[in-house]
């Protein structure tokens, strides 16, 4: 997603196995770092995590922002 110097970034559902860019399960938002526009569906998010996803560092940063966790 995005284009040459203009980063924009999909937040998905993934298993481990599965390459970066490969096949996802669920997309649950986006983050558009140059306007701060971050649009995640939370409850979405929240089930996943209660269903033992495992978020990474920068996940688990934005979906603290948008306040779908703690």
């Given at each position: 997603?995005?284009?040459?110097?203009?980063?924009?970034?999909?937040?998905?559902?993934?298993?481990?196995?599965?390459?970066?860019?490969?096949r996802?399960?669920?997309?649950?938002?986006?983050?558009?770092?140059?306007?701060k526009d971050?649009?995640l569906?939370?409850?979405?998010?929240?089930?996943?995590?209660?269903?033992g996803?495992?978020?990474?560092?920068?996940?688990?940063?934005?979906?603290?922002?948008?306040?779908?966790?703690?």
């Amino acid at each position: 997603m995005g284009s040459k110097k203009r980063p924009f970034y999909r937040m998905v559902v993934a298993d481990e196995r599965a390459p970066r860019d490969g096949r996802y399960i669920e997309e649950l938002g986006y983050y558009d770092p140059l306007t701060k526009d971050l649009k995640l569906d939370n409850e979405k998010a929240q089930s996943w995590i209660g269903n033992g996803a495992q978020p990474t560092d920068t996940a688990r940063a934005l979906l603290k922002k948008s306040g779908a966790i703690n």
